[in-house]
Each structure stands twice: as C-alpha cells, then as structure tokens.
C-alpha cells in the first residue's frame, strides 16, 4: 500500500513563505512516472486541486495560487514539494499529495494557517 506523508506546514504571516514536503513510499520505477500533485481543503471547503507535475516535469495550478507557489519533484527521492510564497490567509487549509488523476489512500495532510 503507498504511503503519502506531508510535512512543513504550520503558521505564518501574510505575505509569508513555507515549503512543504510529501514522501511517497513507493518503487522508484512506478513514482517517476506518475503525475503528482498538491491539493488543499480549506475550512468548510472541498478538496481542491492547487498544482500538479507530471513525470516530464511539467506543471500546472489553480488560477488562484498561479505566480505564487511553485510544485517540484525529485524522482530520485521519491518526494513532491511545494514551495509557496506571498502567502494569504485565504491559503489557510489542510495540504495533501496525491497523484492525479486517480488517488492513492490520502495521507493526513499538513495544516497551513496564514495569519493576517
């Protein structure tokens, strides 16, 4: 069974930076092929899709993170990262990884909370 832990979450200021981290336990030869992605689920709010990365390395993101945060792998570790600046309190929410499309068993995730 895959394992996702995400890690580098916690409290920061508005116009903050944090970087998170996601270890994917699973064979390298599987992990670098698979498109990952960041994904957050705000209070009261739906999972949503923040930025994704497909095993070429190229990325996508939601309109409202686009220019802010920034989604990298690194196949040899098996692990997806997300750097996030200008942060906002509207960013507040719980971070995920998971591949895309399909998913993997969710791990629980890292609490963001921005403070304005």
């Known amino acids: 069974q895959v394992r996702l832990v995400e890690s580098g979450g916690g409290l920061v200021q508005a116009g903050g930076s944090a970087r998170l981290s996601c270890a994917v336990s699973v064979s390298g030869s599987i992990f670098r092929i698979i498109t990952m992605a960041w994904y957050r689920q705000g209070p009261g709010k739906q999972r949503e899709l923040v930025a994704g990365?497909?095993?070429?390395?190229?990325?996508n993101y939601a309109d409202s993170v686009k220019g802010r945060f920034t989604i990298s792998r690194d196949n040899a570790k098996n692990m997806v990262y997300l750097q996030m600046n200008s942060l906002k309190p509207e960013d507040t929410a719980v971070y995920y990884c998971?591949?895309?499309?399909?998913?993997?068993?969710w791990g629980q995730g890292t609490q963001v909370t921005v403070s304005s």
């Open positions: 998971n591949r895309n499309p399909g998913a993997w068993y």
């Open positions: 990365i497909s095993s070429g390395g190229a990325t």
